[in-house]
T-cell receptor, first 113, second 113 residues
């Protein structure tokens, strides 16, 4: 998985609780992305980062926030988890923007009860 | 696993046959297209890409064809093997310099021995 780890790999939580997912890379790539994957929707971009402290929204950003305080880590936070956020979350990295290939991590399965 | 699985179009082929997986993309301004393979429980894995100034690109056992007139992309896999069984996604780059991708919903390729 191109030097990308995600933690935790599985999590079950309750509605209304905060949740933070972590993506860690060892490739020193500038760009990092968070996607969610749901049946019938494929992968959808939540947020992305184009450098330390530089982030922007994707197509499904409502209810999520991100932070990137160092190159290797990109955190995704659900401030108050809802059942609609039950999904599989993938982190991806690319060396540059533009048309550079994105490489994906192994995913985190999140269940919100 | 982390793959979508439910309600996916399925292509069933015999081992050794050629497979063709099709994808319609949405944005005529997209200039970069990628095929990913996702095995059960894993993140998407890059297979091959193509830029909009090309109509065909070949890799090892795989070929991608791009028809910009009808906004259609196809992935051809030669001599399909059991290890090719997976969900295949096409993705288009719509974000220019920010490398934002839109993914299709995927096709399940089932290889029969």
């Amino acid at each position: 998985d191109a030097g990308i780890t995600q933690s935790p790999r599985h999590k079950v939580t309750e509605t209304g609780t905060p949740v933070t997912l972590r993506c860690h890379q060892t490739e020193n790539h500038r760009y990092m992305y968070w996607y969610r994957q749901d049946p019938g929707h494929g992968l959808r971009l939540i947020h992305y980062s184009y450098g330390v402290k530089d982030t922007d929204k994707g197509e499904v950003s409502d209810g999520y926030s991100v932070s990137r305080s160092k190159t290797e880590d990109f955190l995704l936070t659900l401030e108050s988890a809802t059942s609609s956020q039950t999904s599989v979350y993938f982190c991806a990295i690319s060396e540059t923007g533009g048309t550079d290939t994105q490489y994906f991590g192994p995913g985190t399965r999140l269940t919100v009860l | 696993g982390e793959s979508v699985g439910l309600h996916l179009p399925t292509l069933s082929v015999q081992e050794g046959d050629n497979s063709i997986i099709n994808c319609a993309y949405s944005n005529s301004a997209s200039d970069y297209f990628i095929w990913y393979k996702q095995e059960s429980g894993k993140g998407p894995q890059f297979i091959i890409d193509i830029r909009s100034n090309m109509d065909k690109r070949q890799g090892q056992r795989v070929t991608v064809l791009l028809n910009k007139t009808v906004k259609h992309l196809s992935l051809q896999i030669a001599a399909t093997q059991p290890g090719d069984s997976a969900v295949y996604f096409c993705a288009e780059n719509y974000g220019g310099a920010t490398n934002k991708l839109i993914f299709g919903t995927g096709t399940l390729l089932a290889v029969q021995p």
